[in-house]
T-cell receptor
């Protein structure tokens, strides 16, 4: 079974430019997460979807970040315009609910460098 | 949002030594997970603990959940270079929000 697929793996852009990341979750996983991770730190949640509904976007900087999950499957995360401080790894994860809570499967991430 | 504190932040040991990393919170965990993340990869789930006092073993890794469900530890016996990575604990709240600690970076020298 294929895991969570993210693209691109790496992206270098100039500040003020737009950028988009794509995520294909594991088939049948209703929950999808976008996290941002700085070097040597734990992932920080940006947004969580249940099917196509964003149920938690409280940590998403909505002035420049947007996300969508059409048809409750693939998802895209966009930044416009990018700032130097947005440089980080952007991780997508998906999960099924279990009796003990979500067990998340992560993609390899997209490493964004803003110059 | 539950605040998770992990310690130590960094740990460097020689191959064959043992190590323990910790995860603590001021509030009770409904469940707690441990992940390992290697450079350039996403975190990979190692274990989920749910019951206070629970102990789970995964080969040379032993996971303990505190009786009060506010703390957890991960012990690695006879560490190997392949154990090198960022060890993350994560918890969920009643709303299924999955939150991570800052992690412990473990380096095992050959």
């Amino acid at each position: 079974e294929a895991g969570v697929v993210q693209s691109p793996r790496y992206k270098i852009i100039e500040k003020k430019q737009p950028v988009a990341f794509w995520c294909n979750p594991i088939s049948g996983h209703n929950t999808l997460y976008w996290y941002r991770q700085n070097l040597g730190q734990g992932p920080e949640l940006l947004i969580r979807y249940e099917n196509e509904e964003a149920v938690d976007d409280s940590q998403l900087p909505k002035d420049r970040f947007s996300a969508e999950r059409l048809k409750g499957v693939d998802s895209t995360l966009k930044i416009q315009p990018a700032e130097l401080g947005d440089s980080a790894v952007y991780l997508c994860a998906s999960s099924l609910e279990s009796g003990t809570g979500p067990e998340a499967f992560f993609g390899q991430g997209t490493r964004l460098t803003v110059v | 949002t539950q605040l998770l504190e992990q310690s130590p932040q960094f740990l460097s040991i020689q191959e064959g030594e043992n190590l323990t990393v910790y995860c603590n919170s001021s509030s009770v965990f409904s469940s707690l997970q441990w992940y390992r993340q290697e450079p350039g990869e996403g975190p990979v789930l190692l274990v989920t603990v749910v019951t206070g006092g629970e102990v789970k073993k995964l080969k040379r890794l032993t996971f303990q959940f505190g009786d009060a469900r506010k703390d957890s530890s991960l012990h690695i016996t006879a560490a190997q270079p392949g154990d090198t990575g960022l060890y993350l604990c994560a918890s969920t709240d009643n709303d299924y929000k999955l939150s991570f600690g800052a992690g412990t970076t473990v380096t095992v020298r050959a």
